[in-house]
């Protein structure tokens, strides 16, 4: 095994213990892990990524739904329109973007930079939700559910998710919480199961297309990342959540922006 491989499957167990414990962020590591150590293309990698998040999450849906953190009623309220957009993002709207989108004397903006940068952006702003304070409102176990907005809401998720190939659990959770009216640890269970469906959905766009996938890698990957969820389930028993979150958060911020400038000004 490539040293590169071998320290991208190392930093695979963070990437689910991210996903343990805060039911979003696997995605947001896993992208960058394959870009820049792993040496897949980024295109390739956003696919990846889906299969591997798609995984992880199962699993740890699983051990939520066994604490009975999980509620099954906005797993389909959610996951339906999700599923739509991802799908359809993945089979149709990302393998028809153009390799080169522009291009002048000096500057060629590719099909690849641009998704990075675009998947820099999605991380900067989950950042900032991760960083600001999440206060579960007062009446989370009530109130009137707005379904109407709640599936617009899913299909913006899962277009975002399957554009850049994340799981969605950082744009998921805060929905959950504010729209869904859900306590937020019934929500990062919710969130994991939603995220599971619709990354293996998302996936199954890429397979049958012109990407040859390297299903030693991403097996590979997925059980180093689902050993995390394990380590990841069981600390968040053990520290508060959000004190994890917000240092997470910094973490995606510092990362976003490196993305961007990497891709902008050294690529």
Same mark, same amino acid.
């Given at each position: 095994?490539?040293?590169?491989?071998?320290?991208?499957?190392?930093?695979?167990v963070?990437?689910?213990?991210?996903?343990?414990m805060?039911?979003s962020?696997?995605?947001?590591?896993?992208?960058?892990?394959?870009?820049?150590?792993m040496?897949?293309?980024?295109?390739?990698?956003?696919?990846?990524?889906?299969?591997?998040?798609?995984?992880?999450?199962?699993?740890?849906?699983?051990?939520?739904?066994?604490q009975?953190l999980v509620?099954?009623?906005k797993?389909?309220?959610?996951?339906?329109?999700?599923?739509?957009?991802v799908?359809?993002?993945?089979?149709?709207?990302?393998?028809?973007?153009?390799?080169?989108?522009?291009?002048?004397? *000096? /500057?060629t903006l590719?099909? !690849? $930079?641009? @998704?990075? &940068?675009?998947?820099?952006i999605?991380?900067?702003? %989950? =950042?900032? +939700?991760?960083?600001?304070?999440?206060?579960?409102?007062?009446?989370?176990?009530?109130?009137?559910?707005?379904?109407?907005?709640?599936?617009?809401?899913?299909?913006?998720?899962?277009?975002?998710?399957?554009?850049?190939g994340?799981?969605?659990g950082?744009?998921?959770?805060?929905a959950?919480?504010?729209?869904?009216?859900t306590?937020?640890?019934m929500?990062v269970?919710?969130?994991?199961f939603?995220?599971?469906?619709?990354?293996?959905i998302?996936?199954?766009?890429?397979?049958?297309?012109?990407?040859?996938?390297?299903?030693?890698?991403?097996? *590979? /990957?997925?059980?180093?990342? !689902? $050993?995390? @969820?394990? &380590?990841?389930?069981?600390?968040?028993?053990?520290? %508060? =959540?959000? +004190?994890?979150?917000?240092?997470?958060?910094?973490?995606?911020?510092?990362?976003?922006?490196?993305?961007?400038?990497?891709e902008?000004?050294?690529?």
């Amino acid at each position: 095994m490539e040293i590169s491989h071998l320290i991208g499957n190392v930093l695979a167990v963070f990437v689910g213990i991210t996903l343990g414990m805060l039911g979003s962020g696997g995605s947001i590591l896993s992208v960058p892990i394959l870009v820049y150590v792993m040496g897949v293309e980024p295109v390739l990698a956003t696919a990846y990524s889906l299969f591997i998040v798609g995984m992880s999450a199962m699993i740890g849906g699983i051990q939520k739904a066994n604490q009975q953190l999980v509620d099954f009623k906005k797993v389909v309220l959610f996951g339906v329109p999700t599923l739509i957009a991802v799908f359809i993002t993945r089979k149709f709207i990302v393998p028809n973007i153009p390799d080169i989108l522009f291009s002048t004397a *000096t /500057f060629t903006l590719q099909k !690849s $930079v641009f @998704i990075m &940068i675009v998947f820099a952006i999605v991380m900067i702003v %989950a =950042s900032i +939700k991760m960083i600001k304070p999440m206060k579960e409102l007062a009446s989370s176990n009530g109130g009137k559910l707005n379904y109407f907005a709640i599936f617009f809401q899913g299909l913006l998720i899962g277009f975002i998710a399957g554009f850049v190939g994340a799981g969605g659990g950082f744009l998921l959770i805060p929905a959950l919480v504010f729209m869904a009216k859900t306590p937020m640890k019934m929500a990062v269970g919710t969130s994991l199961f939603i995220v599971s469906t619709q990354s293996l959905i998302g996936f199954l766009g890429d397979v049958g297309g012109n990407q040859i996938i390297d299903w030693q890698l991403i097996i *590979t /990957f997925t059980v180093c990342a !689902s $050993v995390g @969820i394990f &380590i990841g389930n069981f600390i968040s028993k053990k520290i %508060a =959540s959000n +004190k994890l979150k917000v240092g997470f958060g910094w973490f995606v911020l510092a990362m976003g922006i490196y993305i961007i400038i990497k891709e902008l000004i050294f690529h």
